[in-house]
């Protein structure tokens, strides 16, 4: 069964970090790519990171660019998501998602569940 599962989330201070992970199951995390998404409340859901399939070429929206750094570890099926000088506008629910296609532009296909991320002093 394909599954996705988001942990790591969890309350911090501005300017700390986090690490999340998005572990898979049912299929070979490296043959796809995954997008990391994440939702604040009253907001859209938008994509903020992706690694490609194969390749592992990664792709940063602007809000988290510099901060933020995407990867996988393909012995344990997991793609990461680092998470650092987090700020309050950082605060929302993170997915990951397996999207279609080989690229970072493809739509998602499958989700996980979602992580809490609070960012608060």
């Known amino acids: 069964q394909l599954q996705l599962v988001e942990s790591g989330g969890g309350l911090v201070q501005p300017g700390g970090s986090l690490r999340l992970s998005c572990a898979a199951s049912?299929?070979?995390?490296?043959?796809?790519?995954i997008g990391w998404f994440r939702q604040a409340p009253g907001k859209e859901r938008e994509g903020i990171s992706c690694?490609?399939?194969?390749?592992?070429?990664?792709n940063y929206a602007d809000s988290v660019k510099g901060r933020f750094t995407i990867s996988r570890d393909n012995a344990k099926n997991t793609v990461y998501l680092q998470m650092n000088s987090l700020k309050p506008e950082d605060t929302a629910v993170y997915y990951c998602?397996?999207?279609?296609?080989?690229?970072?532009?493809?739509?998602?296909?499958?989700w996980g569940q979602g992580t809490q991320v609070t960012v608060s002093s």
């Open positions: 998602a397996r999207l279609r296609g080989s690229s970072c532009s493809g739509l998602p296909a499958y």
């Open positions: 049912g299929f070979t995390l490296d043959y796809y790519t």
């Open positions: 690694i490609s399939g194969w390749g592992g070429s990664t």
